[in-house]
C-alpha cells in the first residue's frame, strides 16, 4: 500500500501557484519523498525529492515540515500544460531498497485559464 | 539524448494469447523496472532487473516474467493473456546503484486483451 495520503483533485488558475498536499506520517528516517507527475497517457515524469530540507529546482519547489509528516509541492506559476494527475511517494534509499516505487492514486490537478 | 524507449506503442491481443514488449533504457542506466497501470489507477510495480538479475517482484502471477539482455534492454512476457491483463505498460530505467536512484520513465505500450 502506498505510504502516502492525497487529495484526489485539485484545480488552480492559470498563472497562479499550485500548492499540492501530501501527508506521510509513517515516514522513516531513510526515506525520500518523491514527486512525479503524469499527463494523460504518458509516462510518469520527475519532478523533484527531498530528504527534509526544502528544495527547488527548474519545475517546481517542495517545502517538507520539520516533523517530515507532511509536504507540499509548489508549481511556481502553473500553465495548462501542468494539467497532469501529481504522485507523492516515500522511497527509501540503499542497494536493498532497488529501485521500486509505490504509487498511490495521485491528485489530478487542473489548470483553468 | 535519447530517452526510455518502449515497443510497440499499443498491441491488441485476444485471451489466452502470448505478448512481448520491449524497453530500452537511458544509456548507461543498468536498472529496468515494468510497470502495469489500469485505467483510473496509479502504477503498479512488477519487476526490476539490475544487471540482468531479477532484484524486486511485485504481486503479479507467474503468467508474467522478464529478463534483461547484456545490452541492458528488457522485454516483459505475459502468457495466457486475460482481459484484465488490459493496461498501459510502463518501463522505467535508473542507474541502479542505489541511492537516491531516480526513475525515468518511458512513454508505455497500451496493450488491450479482447
Known amino acids: 500500500d502506498a505510504k502516502t495520503t492525497q487529495p484526489p483533485s485539485m484545480d488552480c488558475a492559470e498563472g497562479r501557484a499550485a500548492n499540492l498536499p501530501c501527508n506521510h506520517s509513517?515516514?522513516?528516517?531513510?526515506?525520500?519523498v518523491y514527486w512525479y507527475r503524469q499527463i494523460h497517457s504518458q509516462g510518469p515524469q520527475y519532478i523533484i525529492h527531498g530528504l527534509k530540507n526544502n528544495e527547488t529546482n527548474e519545475m517546481a519547489s517542495l517545502i517538507i515540515t520539520e516533523d517530515r509528516k507532511s509536504s507540499t509541492l509548489i508549481l511556481p506559476h502553473a500553465t495548462l500544460r501542468d494539467t497532469a494527475v501529481y504522485y507523492c511517494?516515500?522511497?527509501?534509499?540503499?542497494?536493498?531498497?532497488?529501485?521500486?516505487?509505490?504509487f498511490g492514486s495521485g491528485t489530478r490537478l487542473s489548470i483553468r485559464p | 539524448d535519447a530517452g526510455v524507449t518502449q515497443s510497440p506503442t499499443h498491441l491488441i491481443k485476444t485471451r489466452g494469447q502470448h505478448v512481448t514488449l520491449r524497453c530500452s533504457p537511458i544509456s548507461g542506466h543498468k536498472s529496468v523496472s515494468w510497470y502495469q497501470q489500469v485505467l483510473g489507477q496509479g502504477p503498479q510495480f512488477i519487476f526490476q532487473?539490475?544487471?540482468?538479475?531479477?532484484?524486486g517482484r511485485g504481486n503479479f502471477p507467474d503468467r508474467f516474467s522478464a529478463r534483461q539482455f547484456p545490452n541492458y534492454s528488457s522485454e516483459l512476457n505475459v502468457n495466457a493473456l486475460l482481459l484484465g491483463d488490459s493496461a498501459l505498460y510502463l518501463c522505467a530505467s535508473s542507474f541502479g546503484t542505489g541511492g537516491v536512484d531516480e526513475q525515468f520513465f518511458g512513454p508505455g505500450t497500451r496493450l488491450t486483451v479482447l
Open positions: 511517494i516515500v522511497r527509501a534509499t540503499g542497494y536493498s531498497s532497488a529501485s521500486k516505487i509505490i
Open positions: 509513517t515516514i522513516s528516517g531513510n526515506e525520500y
Open positions: 532487473y539490475y544487471e540482468k538479475e531479477e532484484r
